[in-house]
């Protein structure tokens, strides 16, 4: 287990490396941008104005850097070469876990920098300080009170949906043989899900709310923000669960069978 874990952790580190440079340089520009355009009234406000590109492209850094390599796994052949030498599931499943740690790791870092970048290194250059709770946010009392708390948070929640958006790269690896449709699923999947929510009139589900909860007013919302940002992320998990997977299992079965009559 372990040598197919680190196996697997070789192949995706330069992938995850150049991706988390990439956010990086994104969230300098976009910061820079940020702080020389808009008038920020608490410290917060930067980072979230910075944000609201990420909150649209971020199944990208999730599932580009890391799916890749299965579809190639598959059609050069690879499992049936490690089906000789391991169980294929449990190559798949570790497989699966350095991706989905890598994927949480990498957004994590990307969301996190981008904090530390807008609270101590960037500094914005029309300042209106405020100390009023931002009413109809998540935790507004925090953000104001204590943001880099509330970042590192909200931070690790990205890293979640990070990696429900993996799985879903994951399983669609599994399942589909053209490359486009693996490396673009999350993100299709994203704006069809936010452009749906938009058209039901209830954007606070959304996995691009999930992400970035500053992005709408919570106040006309039924459900309290803390539960609003769980249906997008549930949602996903259940297509992932209930609809891909299975799909997959059934895919898999059939050419088992298919392979045993033939021979």
């Known amino acids: 287990?372990?040598?197919?874990?680190?196996?697997?952790?070789k192949r995706l580190l330069i992938p995850f490396i150049i991706a988390c440079l990439i956010g990086l340089i994104y969230n300098i520009i976009s910061i820079m941008l940020t702080a020389s355009s808009v008038m920020i009234y608490y410290p917060l406000q930067m980072w979230q104005n910075s944000n609201e590109l990420l909150s649209l492209i971020y199944p990208v850094f999730s599932t580009i850097p890391f799916c890749w390599i299965l579809y190639y796994e598959r059609k050069n052949g690879y499992l049936y070469f490690v089906s000789t030498r391991?169980?294929?599931?449990?190559y798949l499943i570790n497989h699966y876990i350095c991706g989905a740690f890598m994927a949480f790791a990498c957004m994590f870092f990307i969301s996190f920098s981008g904090l530390l970048l807008s609270l101590f290194i960037i500094q914005p250059q029309f300042v209106e300080a405020t100390n009023e709770i931002l009413t109809g946010s998540l935790w507004g009392g925090m953000q104001i009170e204590t943001p880099l708390l509330y970042g590192f948070l909200l931070s690790?929640?990205?890293?979640?949906?990070?990696?429900?958006?993996?799985?879903?790269?994951?399983?669609i690896s599994l399942i589909s043989n053209?490359?486009?449709?693996?490396?673009?699923?999350?993100?299709?999947?994203?704006?069809?899900?936010?452009?749906?929510?938009?058209?039901?009139?209830?954007?606070?589900?959304?996995?691009?709310?999930?992400?970035?909860?500053?992005?709408?007013?919570?106040?006309?919302?039924?459900?309290?923000?803390?539960?609003?940002?769980?249906?997008?992320?549930?949602?996903?998990?259940l297509v992932c669960c209930c609809v891909l997977l299975p799909y997959y299992i059934i895919q898999e079965k059939k050419e088992n069978g298919t392979l045993e009559n033939k021979n």
Do not use: Q
């Open 1 to 9: 287990m372990k040598e197919n874990i680190k196996s697997v952790f």
């Open 86 to 90: 391991t169980s294929v599931k449990k």
């Open 156 to 171: 690790l929640w990205r890293g979640y949906i990070s990696i429900l958006m993996y799985t879903f790269g994951y399983l």
């Open 178 to 237: 053209h490359l486009f449709v693996i490396l673009t699923g999350g993100f299709i999947y994203s704006i069809l899900e936010n452009f749906a929510t938009a058209l039901l009139n209830c954007p606070a589900y959304s996995l691009c709310t999930s992400f970035e909860p500053n992005r709408i007013d919570f106040t006309s919302v039924p459900l309290s923000p803390s539960v609003s940002i769980i249906i997008g992320p549930t949602i996903l998990l």
